[in-house]
Protein backbone atom coordinates (compact mmCIF):
# COMPACT_ATOMS: atom_id res chain seq x y z
CA UNK A 1 0.00 0.00 0.00
CA UNK A 2 1.07 3.05 -0.74
CA UNK A 3 2.19 5.26 2.11
CA UNK A 4 0.38 8.84 1.88
CA UNK A 5 2.63 12.05 2.89
CA UNK A 6 1.67 14.02 6.31
CA UNK A 7 -0.96 17.01 5.87
CA UNK A 8 0.81 19.73 5.50
CA UNK A 9 -0.30 23.06 7.28
CA UNK A 10 -0.64 26.58 6.24
CA UNK A 11 1.81 28.95 8.32
CA UNK A 12 -0.88 30.15 10.38
CA UNK A 13 -2.44 26.54 11.77
CA UNK A 14 0.99 25.40 12.18
CA UNK A 15 2.03 28.63 14.67
CA UNK A 16 -1.07 28.10 16.67
CA UNK A 17 0.27 24.20 16.67
CA UNK A 18 3.70 24.76 17.64
CA UNK A 19 2.11 27.19 20.28
CA UNK A 20 0.55 24.82 21.85
CA UNK A 21 3.39 22.55 22.31
CA UNK A 22 5.41 25.14 23.56
CA UNK A 23 3.30 25.88 26.03
CA UNK A 24 3.41 22.68 27.36
CA UNK A 25 6.89 22.73 27.41
CA UNK A 26 7.31 26.40 29.24
CA UNK A 27 4.81 25.29 31.67
CA UNK A 28 6.51 22.02 32.88
CA UNK A 29 10.18 21.99 31.79
CA UNK A 30 12.90 19.26 31.20
CA UNK A 31 10.41 15.29 31.61
CA UNK A 32 12.49 14.51 34.48
CA UNK A 33 10.79 12.73 37.15
CA UNK A 34 9.79 15.55 40.16
CA UNK A 35 10.04 15.25 43.44
CA UNK A 36 7.79 13.53 46.21
CA UNK A 37 5.14 15.51 47.38
CA UNK A 38 4.00 15.28 50.96
CA UNK A 39 -0.07 15.67 51.47
CA UNK A 40 -1.46 17.87 51.59
CA UNK A 41 -0.45 19.21 47.84
CA UNK A 42 -2.36 18.46 45.24
CA UNK A 43 -1.54 19.78 40.93
CA UNK A 44 -4.06 19.27 38.23
CA UNK A 45 -4.11 19.93 34.57
CA UNK A 46 -7.39 20.36 32.90
CA UNK A 47 -8.11 21.01 29.26
CA UNK A 48 -10.83 22.63 27.35
CA UNK A 49 -14.87 22.26 27.06
CA UNK A 50 -18.23 22.24 29.39
CA UNK A 51 -16.97 18.91 30.28
CA UNK A 52 -14.53 20.00 32.86
CA UNK A 53 -16.89 22.13 34.28
CA UNK A 54 -17.03 20.33 37.51
CA UNK A 55 -13.27 21.17 37.93
CA UNK A 56 -14.54 24.54 37.03
CA UNK A 57 -16.77 24.62 39.98
CA UNK A 58 -14.30 22.55 42.38
CA UNK A 59 -11.97 25.12 42.13
CA UNK A 60 -14.49 28.48 42.22
CA UNK A 61 -16.37 26.92 45.54
CA UNK A 62 -12.89 25.63 46.98
CA UNK A 63 -14.45 21.95 47.35
CA UNK A 64 -10.91 20.31 47.54
CA UNK A 65 -9.96 22.56 50.13
CA UNK A 66 -12.87 22.46 52.23
CA UNK A 67 -12.97 18.49 51.73
CA UNK A 68 -8.93 17.98 52.84
CA UNK A 69 -10.28 19.85 56.40
CA UNK A 70 -12.91 17.29 56.77
CA UNK A 71 -10.04 14.79 56.83
CA UNK A 72 -7.94 17.12 58.69
CA UNK A 73 -5.34 18.28 56.36
CA UNK A 74 -4.97 22.09 54.64
CA UNK A 75 -4.30 21.29 50.84
CA UNK A 76 -2.96 23.62 48.65
CA UNK A 77 -3.97 22.79 44.71
CA UNK A 78 -2.67 24.15 41.62
CA UNK A 79 -4.46 24.26 38.56
CA UNK A 80 -2.45 24.44 35.27
CA UNK A 81 -4.17 24.44 31.69
CA UNK A 82 -2.64 21.80 29.13
CA UNK A 83 -4.41 21.34 25.36
CA UNK A 84 -3.95 17.57 24.09
CA UNK A 85 -3.35 14.02 25.93
CA UNK A 86 0.59 13.66 25.11
CA UNK A 87 1.35 16.57 26.91
CA UNK A 88 -0.85 16.00 30.08
CA UNK A 89 0.84 12.34 29.62
CA UNK A 90 4.14 13.67 29.86
CA UNK A 91 3.58 15.84 32.57
CA UNK A 92 2.30 13.32 34.22
CA UNK A 93 4.59 10.81 33.92
CA UNK A 94 7.37 13.83 34.86
CA UNK A 95 5.81 13.50 38.11
CA UNK A 96 4.59 17.73 37.79
CA UNK A 97 1.12 17.06 37.84
CA UNK A 98 -0.93 14.80 40.71
CA UNK A 99 -4.06 14.81 38.55
CA UNK A 100 -4.24 14.09 35.30
CA UNK A 101 -7.41 14.64 32.91
CA UNK A 102 -7.89 14.23 29.14
CA UNK A 103 -9.43 11.44 26.45
CA UNK A 104 -10.16 7.91 27.23
CA UNK A 105 -7.74 7.74 24.29
CA UNK A 106 -4.53 9.12 25.69
CA UNK A 107 -5.24 7.32 28.97
CA UNK A 108 -5.93 4.25 27.60
CA UNK A 109 -2.49 4.36 25.80
CA UNK A 110 -0.80 5.52 29.13
CA UNK A 111 -2.60 3.37 31.57
CA UNK A 112 -1.07 0.12 28.84
CA UNK A 113 2.44 1.57 28.96
CA UNK A 114 2.70 1.97 32.94
CA UNK A 115 1.00 -1.09 33.72
CA UNK A 116 2.87 -3.60 36.80
CA UNK A 117 5.39 -0.49 36.76
CA UNK A 118 5.91 2.29 39.79
CA UNK A 119 4.04 4.77 37.49
CA UNK A 120 0.87 3.02 37.30
CA UNK A 121 -2.06 5.04 36.43
CA UNK A 122 -5.90 4.07 37.00
CA UNK A 123 -9.00 5.97 36.40
CA UNK A 124 -9.87 8.46 39.63
CA UNK A 125 -13.09 9.14 37.58
CA UNK A 126 -15.25 10.27 34.31
CA UNK A 127 -15.89 13.75 33.49
CA UNK A 128 -19.90 12.20 32.42
CA UNK A 129 -21.47 11.04 28.85
CA UNK A 130 -21.11 13.99 26.13
CA UNK A 131 -21.12 13.26 22.41
CA UNK A 132 -18.47 14.39 20.40
CA UNK A 133 -19.83 15.91 16.62
CA UNK A 134 -17.49 15.06 13.48
CA UNK A 135 -18.44 19.01 11.67
CA UNK A 136 -17.54 20.22 8.85
CA UNK A 137 -18.23 23.42 6.55
CA UNK A 138 -17.21 21.89 3.20
CA UNK A 139 -21.38 20.93 0.97
CA UNK A 140 -19.74 18.25 -0.50
CA UNK A 141 -19.15 16.61 2.62
CA UNK A 142 -22.30 14.24 3.62
CA UNK A 143 -20.34 10.97 5.47
CA UNK A 144 -16.74 10.68 5.74
CA UNK A 145 -16.50 8.44 2.93
CA UNK A 146 -16.66 12.13 1.02
CA UNK A 147 -13.49 13.63 2.51
CA UNK A 148 -10.42 14.15 0.43
CA UNK A 149 -6.75 14.34 0.15
CA UNK A 150 -8.02 18.26 -0.13
CA UNK A 151 -9.53 18.33 3.23
CA UNK A 152 -8.06 18.81 6.51
CA UNK A 153 -9.71 17.38 9.79
CA UNK A 154 -8.34 19.70 12.86
CA UNK A 155 -8.55 18.05 16.49
CA UNK A 156 -6.97 18.27 19.88
CA UNK A 157 -3.46 15.77 18.53
CA UNK A 158 -3.99 14.02 15.58
CA UNK A 159 -3.52 9.92 15.36
CA UNK A 160 -3.42 9.77 19.14
CA UNK A 161 -6.47 12.09 20.98
CA UNK A 162 -9.90 10.54 22.04
CA UNK A 163 -11.38 12.55 19.00
CA UNK A 164 -8.36 10.73 16.83
CA UNK A 165 -9.40 7.13 17.79
CA UNK A 166 -13.48 8.33 17.28
CA UNK A 167 -12.65 9.34 13.70
CA UNK A 168 -10.05 6.01 13.66
CA UNK A 169 -13.21 3.49 14.18
CA UNK A 170 -15.74 5.43 12.37
CA UNK A 171 -13.07 4.87 9.51
CA UNK A 172 -12.97 0.98 10.17
CA UNK A 173 -16.58 1.29 9.92
CA UNK A 174 -17.15 3.05 7.13
CA UNK A 175 -14.45 1.32 5.15
CA UNK A 176 -13.92 -2.06 6.21
CA UNK A 177 -11.70 -3.86 8.94
CA UNK A 178 -7.86 -2.98 8.45
CA UNK A 179 -8.99 0.52 6.94
CA UNK A 180 -9.16 2.48 10.60
CA UNK A 181 -6.44 5.06 9.73
CA UNK A 182 -7.58 5.49 6.57
CA UNK A 183 -8.11 9.14 7.14
CA UNK A 184 -5.23 9.54 9.52
CA UNK A 185 -3.48 11.41 6.52
CA UNK A 186 -5.91 14.24 7.05
CA UNK A 187 -6.04 14.70 10.93
CA UNK A 188 -4.36 18.12 11.73
CA UNK A 189 -3.88 18.95 15.75
CA UNK A 190 -5.07 22.68 16.86
CA UNK A 191 -6.74 23.37 20.14
CA UNK A 192 -10.11 23.39 20.04
CA UNK A 193 -10.41 27.38 20.07
CA UNK A 194 -7.87 27.56 16.75
CA UNK A 195 -10.10 24.34 15.36
CA UNK A 196 -13.51 26.50 15.81
CA UNK A 197 -12.40 29.66 14.57
CA UNK A 198 -10.10 27.90 11.85
CA UNK A 199 -13.85 26.00 10.65
CA UNK A 200 -16.13 28.96 10.71
CA UNK A 201 -13.75 31.44 9.30
CA UNK A 202 -13.67 28.90 6.31
CA UNK A 203 -10.38 30.43 5.49
CA UNK A 204 -7.65 28.26 6.31
CA UNK A 205 -7.08 24.42 5.30
CA UNK A 206 -9.44 22.99 8.15
CA UNK A 207 -12.49 21.97 6.57
CA UNK A 208 -13.93 18.88 9.22
CA UNK A 209 -13.77 19.46 13.17
CA UNK A 210 -13.52 16.45 15.50
CA UNK A 211 -15.38 18.51 18.15
CA UNK A 212 -15.96 18.26 22.20
CA UNK A 213 -19.26 21.03 23.59
CA UNK A 214 -19.30 24.04 23.95
CA UNK A 215 -16.99 24.69 20.69
CA UNK A 216 -19.12 22.11 18.08
CA UNK A 217 -22.73 23.69 19.39
CA UNK A 218 -21.39 27.37 18.94
CA UNK A 219 -19.91 26.28 15.49
CA UNK A 220 -23.01 24.87 14.40
CA UNK A 221 -25.12 27.95 15.13
CA UNK A 222 -23.50 28.30 11.90
CA UNK A 223 -24.89 27.86 8.51
CA UNK A 224 -21.95 26.82 6.89
CA UNK A 225 -21.15 23.90 9.17
CA UNK A 226 -22.72 20.53 9.78
CA UNK A 227 -23.01 17.72 11.72
CA UNK A 228 -21.24 14.41 9.72
CA UNK A 229 -21.87 12.01 12.64
CA UNK A 230 -22.13 12.12 16.68
CA UNK A 231 -19.74 9.44 18.65
CA UNK A 232 -23.12 8.14 20.44
CA UNK A 233 -23.58 6.63 16.48
CA UNK A 234 -19.99 5.59 16.38
CA UNK A 235 -20.22 3.83 19.65
CA UNK A 236 -23.46 2.75 19.21
CA UNK A 237 -24.67 4.45 22.68
CA UNK A 238 -23.57 6.94 25.65
CA UNK A 239 -19.75 7.48 25.96
CA UNK A 240 -17.55 8.94 28.37
CA UNK A 241 -14.80 10.92 26.31
CA UNK A 242 -12.65 12.27 29.21
CA UNK A 243 -11.12 11.23 32.60
CA UNK A 244 -9.42 12.00 35.54
CA UNK A 245 -6.30 9.82 36.25
CA UNK A 246 -3.66 9.49 38.16
CA UNK A 247 -0.99 6.87 39.66
CA UNK A 248 -1.31 4.27 41.77
CA UNK A 249 1.95 5.61 43.79
CA UNK A 250 0.33 9.18 44.51
CA UNK A 251 -2.82 7.64 45.47
CA UNK A 252 -0.65 5.35 47.81
CA UNK A 253 1.61 7.88 49.60
CA UNK A 254 -1.67 10.52 49.67
CA UNK A 255 -4.53 8.72 50.82
CA UNK A 256 -6.34 11.96 52.34
CA UNK A 257 -5.16 14.68 49.22
CA UNK A 258 -6.68 11.55 46.79
CA UNK A 259 -9.91 11.18 48.86
CA UNK A 260 -9.94 14.65 49.36
CA UNK A 261 -10.48 15.50 45.22
CA UNK A 262 -12.33 12.14 44.99
CA UNK A 263 -15.18 13.65 47.28
CA UNK A 264 -15.36 17.24 45.64
CA UNK A 265 -15.27 15.40 41.91
CA UNK A 266 -18.13 13.68 43.46
CA UNK A 267 -19.91 16.56 44.86
CA UNK A 268 -18.86 18.73 41.64
CA UNK A 269 -20.71 16.47 39.58
CA UNK A 270 -23.69 16.24 41.61
CA UNK A 271 -24.02 19.93 41.59
CA UNK A 272 -23.26 20.79 38.33
CA UNK A 273 -26.37 17.94 37.25
CA UNK A 274 -28.72 19.78 39.48
CA UNK A 275 -27.69 23.64 38.76
CA UNK A 276 -26.94 23.86 35.91
CA UNK A 277 -27.84 27.81 35.35
CA UNK A 278 -25.42 27.92 37.93
CA UNK A 279 -22.01 26.22 36.63
CA UNK A 280 -22.73 28.05 33.63
CA UNK A 281 -22.21 31.45 35.07
CA UNK A 282 -19.36 29.86 37.08
CA UNK A 283 -18.03 28.34 33.48
CA UNK A 284 -18.23 31.54 31.88
CA UNK A 285 -16.34 33.22 34.66
CA UNK A 286 -13.35 31.11 35.08
CA UNK A 287 -12.93 30.62 31.37
CA UNK A 288 -13.48 34.34 30.87
CA UNK A 289 -15.28 33.23 27.97
CA UNK A 290 -17.05 35.37 26.00
CA UNK A 291 -20.05 33.15 25.40
CA UNK A 292 -23.97 34.08 26.18
CA UNK A 293 -24.34 31.93 29.81
CA UNK A 294 -27.68 30.95 28.15
CA UNK A 295 -25.87 29.24 25.63
CA UNK A 296 -23.86 27.16 28.38
CA UNK A 297 -26.91 26.30 29.99
CA UNK A 298 -28.39 25.37 27.29
CA UNK A 299 -25.37 22.98 26.93
CA UNK A 300 -24.86 22.22 29.90
CA UNK A 301 -29.03 20.79 29.67
CA UNK A 302 -27.83 18.44 26.60
CA UNK A 303 -30.29 15.23 27.39
CA UNK A 304 -27.28 13.49 26.21
CA UNK A 305 -25.19 14.72 28.43
CA UNK A 306 -24.93 11.95 31.53
CA UNK A 307 -23.14 13.52 34.61
CA UNK A 308 -21.56 10.62 36.43
CA UNK A 309 -18.08 9.48 37.55
CA UNK A 310 -18.10 5.83 36.03
CA UNK A 311 -17.02 5.23 33.07
CA UNK A 312 -19.25 4.45 30.18
CA UNK A 313 -18.39 2.98 26.36
CA UNK A 314 -15.06 2.73 27.74
CA UNK A 315 -14.10 -0.90 27.61
CA UNK A 316 -15.53 -0.88 24.02
CA UNK A 317 -12.86 1.74 23.13
CA UNK A 318 -10.36 -0.64 24.83
CA UNK A 319 -10.97 -3.31 22.33
CA UNK A 320 -11.09 -1.13 19.45
CA UNK A 321 -7.82 0.32 20.44
CA UNK A 322 -6.58 -3.27 21.30
CA UNK A 323 -7.37 -4.33 17.67
CA UNK A 324 -5.60 -1.91 15.77
CA UNK A 325 -2.15 -2.93 17.63
CA UNK A 326 -2.63 0.91 19.66
CA UNK A 327 -2.31 -0.90 23.01
CA UNK A 328 -1.02 -4.68 24.10
CA UNK A 329 -3.53 -5.40 26.54
CA UNK A 330 -7.47 -6.19 26.41
CA UNK A 331 -9.06 -4.90 29.96
CA UNK A 332 -11.92 -7.28 30.36
CA UNK A 333 -13.61 -5.01 32.55
CA UNK A 334 -13.72 -1.18 33.04
CA UNK A 335 -12.49 -2.61 36.92
CA UNK A 336 -8.92 -3.17 35.26
CA UNK A 337 -8.03 0.33 34.51
CA UNK A 338 -9.88 1.78 37.41
CA UNK A 339 -9.17 2.57 41.16
CA UNK A 340 -11.89 0.65 43.89
CA UNK A 341 -13.34 3.55 44.17
CA UNK A 342 -15.49 3.04 41.17
CA UNK A 343 -15.86 -0.80 41.62
CA UNK A 344 -19.03 -1.33 42.87
CA UNK A 345 -20.66 0.75 40.01
CA UNK A 346 -22.37 -0.75 37.05
CA UNK A 347 -19.92 1.18 34.25
CA UNK A 348 -18.46 -0.24 30.94
Known amino acids: MTRRPAARLSTTTRRAAMGAMLGAVLAFGPLAAGPARAEGTLRIAQQFGTLYTPFHVMKEKGLIEKHGKALGIDITVDWTRLSGGSAV ?11 ASAGIGP ?19 AFGAQPNFLLTNNPNVKTIKDFTEKDRIAMPVAGV ?75 GGPVTPTVAYATVKF ?15 EEATKWVAQNTKEAAEIYVKVEQSKLDPAFITEVLSDPDTQYTLVPLGTLKFAEFMNRIGAIKAAPTSFRDFTFEDLHSASGS
Do not use: C
Open 89 to 99: NDALLAGNIDI
Open 161 to 235: SVQARILQLAAEQAFGPGNAKKLDSLMVTLPHPDATAALISGSTEITGYLSNAPFQNHALKDPKVRKVFSSYEIF
Open 251 to 265: RKENPKTYKAFLDAF
Open 107 to 125: FLTLWDKTRGTANEVKIVG
